[in-house]
């Protein structure tokens, strides 16, 4: 068996010369960026990661020696991807663009309140946004660096104050802020958010870096308020729905890849709550996502 390798190892630049000479048998690879060859007693196998181009290339040739005769199977990457942040497995782009790709991701961040009065207190720390982007559909129109998206998810933003003011709904509907009934011990008030979301965002992408710029718009579905006091021992809960948010608002958004983490950023111009319904104020959110 060594002896039938060794003959074929012999063999094979003679192969890739008579190769040459008919074009549809011949594989050019420019600039691989990893080549390995793996040999046993009965089989070789090749694998070529990256060319010149597309980093995320990918083909493998085995190469079986079956009753004398050699055998040889070819995978080039496919067509179409799909991966949940670091943990779906990501398959390689094709070498054809234009080309697709569906990925879902999380996101985990603070929020702040630009233009909220001083005396509202809010701690960015303690306002969590969760987002869930179901599904983010892109496409690669020139090459593996350049991609544009359009996605859906689902966004839940709570902003939350401490100290001795509070959110509060009057019979007309406003929102404002107000104190707490003398002798409460303050716990925390807070206004909620749920939002559907459509991002639509240009990438650049790269092996070991890459970002992400563009609009999300959030059609803003559900609000609400609670705040919670204790008095006299007692815990005190005081809830209502609909902070007249607007029913649209629109975020600047911008992500950063890095192979350490990853970062977004969200910025809206617009005053979260309808005018005429008290108070004025952006919403800035900031975090990390997978």
């Known amino acids: 068996m060594k002896i039938a390798?060794?003959?074929?190892a012999a063999l094979l630049p003679l192969m890739a010369q008579a190769r040459n000479n008919n074009p549809q048998d011949t594989l050019v690879v420019n600039k691989p960026t990893k080549v390995t060859v793996i040999t046993s007693d009965s089989a070789q196998t090749i694998y070529i990661q990256g060319k010149e181009g597309n980093p995320k290339y990918a083909y493998r040739n085995s190469i079986?020696?079956?009753?004398?005769?050699?055998?040889s199977t070819s995978t080039i990457d496919n067509d179409f991807n799909f991966s949940f942040g670091p943990f779906g497995r990501k398959q390689t782009k094709p070498q054809k663009y234009p080309s697709t790709e569906?990925?879902?991701n999380f996101f985990v961040g603070f929020n702040a309140a630009p233009g909220m009065p001083q005396a509202a207190d809010l701690h960015p720390f303690s306002s969590w946004e969760f987002w869930w982007l179901i599904a983010d559909c892109g496409i690669y129109p020139w090459n593996s660096h350049h991609k544009?998206?359009?996605?859906?998810?689902?966004?839940w933003r709570n902003y939350r104050i401490k100290g001795d003011t509070r959110f509060t709904k009057s019979d007309d509907g406003s929102v404002g802020l107000g104190t707490y009934?003398?002798?409460?011990?303050?716990?925390?008030?807070?206004?909620?958010?749920?939002?559907?979301?459509?991002?639509v965002c240009?990438?650049?992408?790269?092996?070991?870096?890459?970002?992400?710029?563009?609009p999300v718009v959030n059609f803003n579905t559900h609000s609400s308020l609670k705040t919670r006091w204790k008095a006299d021992g007692i815990?005190?809960?005081?809830?209502?729905?609909?902070?007249?948010?607007?029913?649209v608002t629109v975020d600047l958004?911008?992500?950063?890849?890095?192979?350490?983490?990853?970062?977004?950023?969200?910025?809206?111009?617009?005053?979260?709550?309808?005018?005429?319904y008290g108070l004025q104020f952006k919403t800035l959110s900031f975090g990390v996502f997978l």
């Open 253 to 276: 958004m911008a992500t950063l890849d890095t192979p350490v983490c990853n970062f977004y950023f969200k910025y809206s111009p617009c005053d979260l709550i309808k005018n005429g």
């Open 64 to 71: 079986q020696l079956v009753d004398s005769n050699y055998v």
């Open 235 to 247: 815990k005190i809960k005081d809830t209502s729905n609909n902070a007249h948010v607007k029913p």
């Open 148 to 155: 544009f998206t359009i996605g859906f998810g689902l966004d």
């Open 5 to 8: 390798m060794l003959f074929l």
């Open 102 to 104: 569906t990925t879902m």
């Open 202 to 214: 240009y990438h650049f992408v790269s092996k070991f870096f890459g970002f992400s710029l563009g």
């Open 181 to 199: 009934p003398e002798g409460a011990s303050p716990q925390f008030s807070r206004l909620k958010v749920f939002s559907l979301t459509v991002p």
